[in-house]
């Protein structure tokens, strides 16, 4: 089974500007969940999406949304990047649905770089 | 507010020691927690889980209700320990927290 695949790897932008990451999730999983992760703050819970609903979100603002499609991708937008947005940021997939012990399958990350 | 914190950012052990991780978490429901590792260069992954009640390489962790704890143990560190760990905790409704993470070094 293909892992979750993250893309792109990395990323450039500038201030001001926006951006799409987008995540494919483990065959059959229908939880997908997104983080920001960076050596001061750690792991940071931005969103999870479950069959094309977010049912759970973060304490981001409203620069940050995603989206998932019917075949389980999914997608994180930022707009209006700030120099503090530059981050790796991990998707993960999961099986959802309340499933005891399901964990998180990570994707290797974006690294977002904003100048 | 539900949280998990683990209290050391750094820890450094000697190859052959014993090591233990600590993780504690604050949340009102019945919680699920685990454990995951990032090996330098590789994906966060999963390492072990309290329902399974596993040891996975050696290591093991139990939860303790009453202190509200989950920690990591091995007895016996090995270099290819060395690594950040995270504590996790799975509410109800599929959000997965994680705390801030520590860093483990194993000296050969």
């Known amino acids: 089974k293909a892992g979750v695949t993250q893309t792109p790897r990395y990323l450039i932008k500038t201030r001001g500007q926006q951006v799409t990451l987008s995540c494919s999730p483990i065959s059959g999983h229908r939880s997908v969940s997104w983080y920001q992760q960076t050596p001061g703050q750690g792991l940071q819970f931005l969103f999870e999406y479950f069959s094309e609903t977010q049912r759970n979100k973060g304490n981001f603002p409203g620069r940050f949304s995603g989206r998932q499609f019917s075949n389980s991708r999914s997608e994180m937008n930022v707009s209006t990047l700030e120099l503090g947005d530059s981050a790796l940021y991990l998707c993960?997939?999961?099986?959802?649905?309340?499933?005891?012990?399901?964990?998180?399958?990570f994707g290797n990350g974006t690294r977002l770089t904003v100048t | 507010a539900q949280r998990v914190t683990q209290p050391e950012k750094l820890l450094s052990v000697f190859k052959g020691a014993p090591v233990e991780l600590k993780c504690n978490y604050s949340y009102s429901g019945s919680p699920e927690l685990f454990w995951y590792v990032q090996y330098s260069r590789q994906r966060l992954q999963l390492l072990l889980r309290h329902i399974s009640r596993e040891s996975i390489k050696g290591f093991t962790a139990d939860l303790n209700k009453g202190e509200t704890s989950f920690h990591l143990k091995k007895p016996f560190a090995q270099e290819e320990d060395s690594a950040m760990y995270y504590c996790?905790?799975?509410?109800?409704?599929?959000?997965?927290?994680f705390g801030p993470g520590t860093s483990l070094s194993v000296i050969p």
């Open positions: 996790a905790l799975r509410h109800s409704n599929d959000k997965v927290i």
């Open positions: 993960a997939s999961s099986l959802g649905a309340g499933v005891e012990g399901s964990p998180l399958h």
